[in-house]
Every structure is written in structure tokens, then in C-alpha cells.
């Protein structure tokens, strides 16, 4: 079968539709492409947003990898379920997210949980959430080094923010989150240059957080397309998460990156009710430019 035919199935009439696909070989192969640019299967801690699957998780703790992030609650249980040792909540939370938070560590007493915080207010609503739960609240703090969604702007008040948790019994310190995925340029010499440039306040915060005497224990830093230029600092720990699955536009976009897309929807036409039209199963659709029709006469 060509490469650019990987996806055709043996057998799709007997496989019913709507469905998303996971092509096992690829998905073996992308964890392998990460762990060995990661030098190691320790330093990555892979967001499962992009699959949410217990079976791609289970993939990934049989080639080594144990630590991972994720966005929702519910991810956060289902990684508790797969016995994963460390999971984040890369989302700062709600007291009624925390408390949740705090109940999954309970239920799942084999995973560490932690999560981010960026303020003082924060802070003080998860201090306070800890001592009612008589249950210690393991934090990251969360750095904003440009992409303006979540994070502290490194500076002093960052600082001032890692004291505060440093110094509460019932607060446990992980390190910095540092998640640039507003770098996404397709030029990765222009993507490379960018994403040291905008961790060079991270790294200055970084030494004023050691002249107060606070360790650092470990910065996770970026996502899929900074990946491979994190990677060659040892000092970071990692967080991509398309790169399990990959996709097309990542695939045209970053073509010096060696993963594969693995994943595939496999839906049937079941009409066409109009010139130009098409009726598939998962909802109806101009027919698009580029498609491939298995065994069909279109």
C-alpha cells in the first residue's frame, strides 16, 4: 500500500461508521520518535487532550512514560484509572475543581495530582481548600512567556507568587509550567529563536527564585511544535501532546518534525441529495476538494 494510502482499511465494510480510527504500528512509532528525542522517557509528561484514551495511555506507561497532563476532570480520573504516577491538571481550578481534585487523589492514592496557579487569590482559595481537606495541594506555578492565555508575566510578583507556596505547610511546590503554544511559526530555525527569546524572562525569574533560597525542581516546558526545540535543553522537562496522534495540518506545517499522522474518521456517504452535495453519516457536507472514496464509484 503506498504511504500516502495508510489509512485504506482491509476490510471498512465491516466496520461501522461514524468511527475514529488508531493505527496501533504509527502510534508506536510516534511514542518512540518521542522518548528518543526526549533522550529519555522520564522528561516527558504528554497531554492526553488530544486522545483521551485509555488505550493510547496504556501504549505510552508500557514504553516508560508516567507522567502526563491533561485539561478537564475527567481526564484527570481517567488517567488516575490507568494508574498513571503523575498527573496534572494543566487548568487552574475552582474550589469545586479543586475539591474534586482532592477526592481523585483519594480514590486513586497511586497518582500524585497537581495543578497551576498563577495568583495570590488562587493561592489563598487552595490554601484554605487543603486545610479543610487535611490534604496537601501539589502546585505548579504557571508562567506566562507570551501567549497571554493563562500565567504569571515572569517578574517580581511571580516570585513573590513562589515564595507564597513555598512557604504554606499545606502547599507542596512542583516547579514552573511553562506553556509557549503561541510559537507555532513553520520555519523552525524563526520557531527555534522565538522560543529561546521568550524564555529568557523565565530563566532570569528562575535565578531570583534561587537567590531566595527555593529549589526548582523541574520546569515542563512548551507543547508539540516547541517540542524538539525544548528537547535540546536539558534543564526543561516536556508536555507535547498532538504528537501521539499528529495530524494533517501539523504534518504540512512542521515538516522537519518525524511523526506520523495515526488517527482517521471513517464515515459513509448515504445520499446525495444535491449536485455538489453529499449526505455522510456524520452529518451532511459539501462535497470537499480532496477526499477519498473506498470502495465506491465516486
Not at 506507561?61 to 490507568?82: H, N, P, Q, R, V
Not at 495570590?120 to 501567549?147: F, I, T, Y
Not at 528562575?206 to 525544548?230: C, M, V, W
Not at 477526499?291 to 465506491?296: D, E, I, L, R
Request: proline share 5%; hydrophobic share 40%; glycine share 6%.
Amino acid at each position: 500500500m503506498k504511504d500516502d494510502q495508510w489509512y485504506l482499511l482491509k476490510s471498512a465494510q465491516d466496520v461501522i461508521s461514524p468511527a475514529l480510527l488508531f493505527y496501533s504500528e504509527r502510534i508506536r512509532d510516534n511514542i518512540n520518535e518521542m522518548i528518543r528525542i526526549a533522550g529519555s522517557a522520564e522528561r516527558l509528561w504528554p497531554h492526553i487532550k488530544t486522545h483521551k484514551c485509555a488505550n493510547l495511555i496504556g501504549l505510552q506507561l508500557k514504553s516508560g512514560i508516567d507522567k502526563f497532563k491533561c485539561s478537564t476532570l475527567a481526564e484527570a480520573a481517567l488517567l488516575g484509572s490507568c494508574g498513571v504516577r503523575e498527573a496534572v491538571l494543566a487548568m487552574q481550578p475552582s474550589s469545586a475543581h479543586l475539591d474534586k481534585l482532592l477526592q481523585l487523589g483519594k480514590v486513586y492514592p497511586g497518582t500524585r495530582f497537581s495543578t497551576l496557579v498563577d495568583n495570590q487569590d488562587s493561592l489563598e482559595m487552595m490554601r484554605e481548600r487543603a486545610k479543610a481537606a487535611s490534604q496537601k495541594v501539589h502546585l505548579w506555578l504557571d508562567v506566562n512567556n507570551g501567549m497571554n492565555r493563562t500565567g504569571i508575566v515572569p517578574g517580581p510578583e511571580a516570585v513573590d507568587l513562589c515564595e507564597a507556596i513555598c512557604s504554606d505547610s499545606w502547599l507542596v511546590f512542583m516547579g514552573l509550567h511553562v506553556y509557549d503554544g503561541h510559537i507555532r511559526d513553520t520555519d523552525p530555525l524563526i520557531r527555534a529563536e522565538k522560543c529561546h527569546r521568550d524564555m529568557q524572562p523565565v530563566h532570569a525569574m528562575a535565578d531570583q527564585i534561587a537567590e531566595k533560597g527555593l529549589k526548582i525542581n523541574t520546569i515542563i516546558a512548551g507543547g508539540s511544535p516547541s517540542f524538539t526545540i525544548h528537547a535540546k535543553s536539558k534543564e526543561f522537562d516536556l508536555s507535547p501532546g498532538t504528537t501521539v496522534l499528529w495530524d494533517a495540518g501539523y504534518y504540512k506545517k512542521f515538516t522537519e518534525m518525524p511523526f506520523k499522522p495515526a488517527a482517521a474518521l471513517l464515515t459513509r456517504v448515504v445520499s446525495k441529495p444535491a449536485p455538489g452535495f453529499v449526505c455522510t453519516d456524520r452529518g451532511i457536507n459539501r462535497l470537499p476538494r480532496k477526499c477519498h472514496f473506498q470502495g465506491s464509484s465516486f
